[in-house]
């Protein structure tokens, strides 16, 4: 069983970076197992789902180019984790923000419409809510 876990702060002023991590579970394989890529994904309340961007099993990023120039992902391998750091934070920017894992071997899933965008996604941390208000 494959268990994600986002953290970090849940209130930010304008302006300020964000920073989320998650914690994928050790029972869940490691982050490096080919071909997975673990996400960011956002939802504004009363808006739609939001790919933020990935990092995959070999250490490579890819963002929402509407989001890439202030998006950040990272990973620390030695703790089965990857991060987020969103830089410039406004209001706009509150969203319940999940992480979330998918089994790919290539990279057409990047490119999928939104409709069917997140119909690979097998597992999902269970969102961590981010409030940005001055």
């Known amino acids: 069983q494959v268990q994600l876990q986002e953290s970090g702060p849940g209130l930010l002023k304008p302006s300020q970076t964000l920073s989320l991590t998650c914690t994928v579970s050790v029972s869940g394989g490691s982050i490096t197992t080919p071909y997975y890529y673990w996400s960011w994904i956002r939802q504004p309340p009363g808006k739609g789902l939001e790919w933020m961007g990935a990092?995959?099993?070999?250490?490579?990023?890819y963002y929402n180019p509407s989001l890439k120039s202030h998006t950040s992902i990272s990973r620390d391998t030695s703790k089965n984790q990857f991060s987020l750091q969103l830089s410039s934070v406004t209001p706009e920017d509150t969203a319940l923000y999940y992480c979330?894992?998918?089994?790919?071997?290539?990279?057409?899933?990047?490119?999928?419409?939104?409709?069917?965008?997140?119909?690979?996604?097998?597992?999902w941390g269970q969102g961590t809510q981010v409030t940005v208000s001055s």
């Open positions: 979330a894992r998918i089994y790919s071997r290539d990279l057409s899933w990047i490119d999928r419409p939104i409709a069917t965008m997140f119909d690979g996604y097998d597992y």
């Open positions: 990092i995959g099993y070999d250490g490579s990023t």
